[in-house]
């Protein structure tokens, strides 16, 4: 699958990623992602430290940050055939920042798994949707992911939230992070290489872009 967003299944696909030299405040107890951090420090994963609060929102020209928000996790699948997008996790944006609640692990249905030896990885992406608007949670059929394209109003673009299951890694770029949550920027592909691969990044960098989707560049991961 061609991951830049909504590729096969309406071009849904994408993920986050980011820069390595910042801690991973990435979730809290409760799996919350947000800027402000708790007590702890920096970590990452399962066990990160709170982190309450909110990332920020941040309008393309010509765009607004609109005053209340909802806010969903879209989960690319492509390690079968067909690739598929899992919504699972949701918040809430105010005042141009934005919360998002992941209580529990993602279902194994939302992570890409590369078989045994291998631990499952998560990539979602961050959509913003009009105050009141709601995904039903679980695999995104064809209809529900048009009326999320249509319907959206930003997303978290060059940026995702990532699961890591325990275990060695299948994907070059998924040692970097640690088991359980964390948050990513995307790097480019080098010169002659398909894909380009994530880096860890604190959670409070993860940026969601106010804009049409079709107006944000999404990474293409493998």
């Avoid at 928000?69 to 390690?79: D, G, K, P």
């Avoid at 949670?137 to 209809?143: E, Y």
């Avoid at 959206?152 to 040692?175: E, N, Q, T």
Wanted: one cysteine or more.
């Amino acid at each position: 699958m061609n991951n830049r967003f909504w590729s096969t299944v309406a071009r849904l696909g994408a993920v986050c990623a980011l820069a390595l030299a910042a801690p991973l405040a990435a979730c809290s107890q409760d799996r919350s992602v947000g800027n402000e951090g708790g007590a702890g420090g920096g970590g990452g994963g399962a066990n990160a430290p709170d982190t309450h609060g909110g990332g920020p929102l941040a309008a393309n020209p010509g765009k607004t940050v609109p005053a209340h928000a909802q806010v969903e996790v879209i989960w690319s699948v492509s390690s079968g055939s067909p690739d598929y997008a899992y919504a699972f996790g949701s918040g809430e944006a105010s005042g141009g920042t934005y919360t998002v609640s992941l209580p529990d692990p993602p279902p194994a249905e939302a992570l890409n798994s590369y078989g045994t030896g291998f631990g499952d990885i998560g990539v979602g992406i961050i959509v913003l949707l009009p105050d009141g608007t709601s995904v039903p949670a679980g695999k995104v059929s064809d209809a529900t992911m048009n009326d999320i394209e249509t319907k959206a109003i930003g997303g978290s673009a060059g940026y995702a939230i990532i699961y890591k299951g325990a275990g060695a890694s299948k994907l070059s770029w998924s040692s970097l992070f640690p088991d359980g949550y964390s948050c990513a920027k995307g790097v480019p592909a080098k010169p002659g290489e398909t894909f380009d691969t994530l880096e860890p990044v604190d959670c409070s960098e993860v940026v969601i872009t106010v804009d049409s989707l079709n107006n944000l560049e999404f990474n293409n991961w493998g």
